[in-house]
């Protein structure tokens, strides 16, 4: 049940993708000066070394992260995303990777409100653990920040469970990650009952749902699930590295379902995507797709 920890998989090619849309929705949603709502369900540690055991075991960040580290001429998404992964790491080197907390954590807003939930017991408290060290040392992107129990609130919580209780928002405005490990296979199908609920308690929210795309059915089958679900405008990205394994083993594929995606989220992603498939290629399999729709229409 508490298996996974994603400190072995932090700044790998999923990383890359779920961040890049993740910062590009929310820098996207302050455009208005309306307070926003962002809600993690599955939070993880916030901030990962790189030099750490976890991370050097199998160095998924090295065909990460590792090969956009120190690119010039990359497209305006990229340069967002590389500006905070490169203010995390001052002295020109790439020891720390940042998870999805953090990037929010830096973007958002003093008005803003950030519900972080996380259920691995070691995970919630090193997440804990990292906010608060944020706040000490004065890292917090600090204009008139109130303290952190205000805006930003940990939560050693299932996310699926805990999410339907928080929507609609007070602000109604919201940006909500929903990025399970999927170790467990009924994960598929909760994300599809959780989101399906979401957007009936509050039908104008953004979802952002990352998923791996495996050898397995579920997992295959998965994106289309999630467009029959919805009723709203979608935008569905994936990002392949290379060819998949043989044994279907292999994890080379995932992918991003954005449910109510900012209107430039698409433009911006079709020039986007070429550049990380070109950075992060393994073989002549490495490629992305980019889809949009309204329900279950394509």
Request: include cysteine; hydrophobic fraction near 35%.
């Amino acid at each position: 049940m508490f298996s996974y920890r994603h400190a072995f998989h932090a700044g790998n090619h999923a990383d890359v993708l779920k961040h890049v849309v993740l910062m590009q929705v929310l820098l996207y949603a302050i455009r208005k000066e309306a307070s926003l709502f962002y809600i993690d369900t599955h939070s993880g540690a916030g901030v990962y070394s790189l030099e750490g055991n976890e991370a050097r075991k199998n160095a998924e960040f090295q065909s990460g992260i590792a090969r956009l580290w120190g690119k010039k001429t990359v497209p305006p998404a990229v340069r967002d995303y590389l500006k905070l992964v490169y203010d995390m790491n001052p002295d020109g080197k790439l020891r720390f990777y940042p998870g999805s907390p953090y990037i929010a954590e830096r973007i958002l807003r003093s008005h803003d409100r950030l519900r972080l939930f996380e259920w691995h017991p070691a995970e919630c408290r090193v997440l804990d653990e990292n906010f608060r060290g944020l706040l000490k040392s004065g890292e917090s992107n600090t204009r008139s920040r109130p303290e952190r129990g205000k805006r930003v609130l940990v939560e050693r919580k299932d996310g699926f469970s805990s999410l339907k209780a928080l929507l609609p928002p007070p602000s109604r405005r919201a940006v909500i990650l929903i990025d399970p490990p999927y170790e467990d296979k009924s994960d598929y199908r909760k994300v599809v009952d959780v989101v399906s609920d979401a957007l009936k308690r509050f039908s104008t929210g953004t979802c952002l749902i990352w998923y791996p795309l495996l050898q397995r059915p579920e997992s295959r089958r998965f994106a289309s699930r999630l467009k029959q679900t919805v009723s709203q405008e979608w935008l569905d990205v994936t990002l392949s590295t290379g060819s998949p394994v043989p044994d279907g083993f292999g994890f080379v594929s995932s992918g991003m379902f954005v449910v109510n995606p900012p209107w430039k989220l698409a433009e911006s992603l079709q020039e986007t995507m070429p550049c990380l498939v070109s950075a992060l290629k393994q073989d002549s399999g490495a490629g992305f797709t980019l889809e949009t729709g309204i329900g279950g229409n394509s």
